[in-house]
């Protein structure tokens, strides 16, 4: 299926399972300053919905009942049935999304911030600074902790309130943190880099780490 891809580029995708157990997969296309959001059918890609945004979208993230889009101004959130939507301002560009129930996180590298929002009455709860910090490449919510993946190998763990950064990891071939996923009390994390003095031109050298969840 062709989406216009010669006047449009695709910033972001995803497939969402609704309450009846169909699947959608959901499109952002930018066009310009604009963003688009098409839900397709998944089985036959025809389009169900669509949504003009007034702003360009960086990420998505599906939750349990909304999607949420990380714009250059905030985050909105869709309903995943409805696509009622709702915003989530305060913020610079927010680069990565993700929520919990009670919790919206936003990251923003260009502001060097992680930003807090109560998911239920939008307001924004906290700022945190990460000016000392190398960006901010992958997050996870495990174990009733946030993750936070660098630049630098490091990965952070925050307490859901922001209150407290309990604990410092680091990937262990020294390489930026690509990604984090978890299940049960178990979280791998993905890291790749070069190796020292090796041409940049060569390939990366991956890295997957495994770390217990100790509450």
Not at 75 to 104: C, H, M, N, P
Not at 181 to 186: D, F, R, T, V
Request: proline residues 1%.
């Amino acid at each position: 299926m062709v989406l216009e891809t010669e006047l449009n580029e695709i910033k972001s995708i995803g497939s969402v399972r609704s309450s009846s157990h169909h699947a959608s997969v959901w499109v952002v296309l930018q066009r310009g300053p604009l963003c688009c959001l098409r839900v397709l059918d998944s089985l036959n890609f025809v389009l169900k919905k669509m949504i003009q945004v007034d702003r360009v979208i960086e990420c998505l993230y599906f939750g349990d009942l909304h999607a949420f889009a990380g714009t250059v101004d905030g985050v909105i959130s869709f309903q995943k049935e409805s696509l009622a939507r709702k915003e989530y301002t305060g913020s610079g560009r927010i680069d990565k999304v993700i929520a919990t129930r009670l919790q919206l996180y936003g990251f923003s590298n260009e502001a060097k911030t992680i930003y807090l929002w109560n998911i239920q009455g939008g307001q924004l709860e906290k700022k945190i600074s990460l000016i000392d910090e190398a960006p901010i490449t992958a997050v996870g919510f495990f174990s009733e902790q946030l993750w936070v993946g660098h630049a630098d190998s490091h990965i952070h763990l925050w307490n859901r309130n922001l209150d407290h950064r309990s604990t410092k990891l680091n990937s262990s071939n020294g390489g930026a943190v690509q990604c984090l996923e978890g299940l049960a009390s178990s979280v791998w994390s993905g890291s790749e880099r070069k190796e020292e003095g090796e041409d940049l031109s060569k390939d990366l050298v991956p890295s997957i780490d495994l770390w217990t969840c100790i509450n």
